[in-house]
């Protein structure tokens, strides 16, 4: 597709459960981004993949959180045992790279934990 | 190392005033700059961008920043405000280090346009 593709675009889940969200980059984007948005938030970084490197994990929250890139294409940020304090929009962004870093972000997936 | 600073999380203008959302930042390297904006229920869209050369720079929807590298600001600024202009906006900064740009974003300034 022409943007950044996230999937599910909502996602409600019970408290306890692992939740998998899904971002397809920009084709020939190398630079990927997760973030999330608190209700009434900031952006809170968490991950930053860039080509091969190894990724910049260190905003990630717990380690009940963590985050893959297969192919150096599509992310999935997987959260364990989720809790209702896990609520928020996860937004993913892509770039290339170097480039000027300009990131295009998809819509986001509204996770809830009831 | 790099950051960025936005004063003010919340701004209120009258519709037809000028908008000023301030942003300052920090790079040990000289940066690209970004502005940012979320409307509700969206993602995040580019207004604009400094990288080289001019350091006055225009974006979408009459909005324009200039780059200060001597009091390390980029602030927005749009002449008249529109009802359409409420949203959350959000600074950035890129800094290259080795090979990448890494965007290290603002919290975010809220503004509301009142009639």
């Known amino acids: 597709g022409a943007g950044v593709s996230q999937s599910p675009s909502n996602k409600v889940t019970e408290k306890g459960k692992d939740v998998e969200l899904r971002c397809d980059p920009i084709?020939?984007?190398?630079?990927l981004y997760w973030y999330r948005q608190s209700l009434g938030q900031g952006l809170e970084f968490l991950i930053y993949?860039?080509?091969?490197?190894?990724?910049?994990k260190s905003g990630l929250p717990s380690d009940r959180f963590s985050a893959e890139r297969t192919g150096g294409s599509v992310s999935t940020l997987t959260i364990q045992r989720t809790q209702q304090e896990d609520s928020a929009v996860y937004l993913c962004a892509s770039s290339t790279m170097p480039g000027t870093g300009e990131a295009f972000f998809g819509q986001g997936t509204r996770l809830t934990v009831v | 190392a790099q950051s960025v600073t936005q004063l003010g999380s919340h701004v209120s203008v009258s519709e037809g005033a000028l908008v000023l959302l301030r942003c300052n930042y920090s790079s040990s390297v000289p940066p690209y700059l970004f502005w940012y904006v979320q409307y509700p229920n969206q993602g995040l869209q580019l207004l604009l961008k400094?990288?080289?050369?001019?350091?006055l720079v225009k974006g979408i929807n009459g909005f324009e920043a200039e780059f200060k590298k001597s009091e390390t600001s980029f602030h927005l600024t749009k002449p008249s405000a529109h009802m359409s202009d409420a949203a959350e906006y959000f600074c950035?900064?890129?800094?290259?280090?080795?090979?990448?740009?890494?965007?290290?974003f603002g919290s975010g300034t809220q503004l509301t346009v009142l009639p």
């Open positions: 400094y990288t080289t050369g001019a350091t």
């Open positions: 993949f860039q080509g091969n490197s190894a990724p910049d």
């Open positions: 950035a900064v890129s800094s290259l280090s080795g090979s990448a740009r890494q965007l290290t």
């Open positions: 084709s020939g984007h190398t630079a």
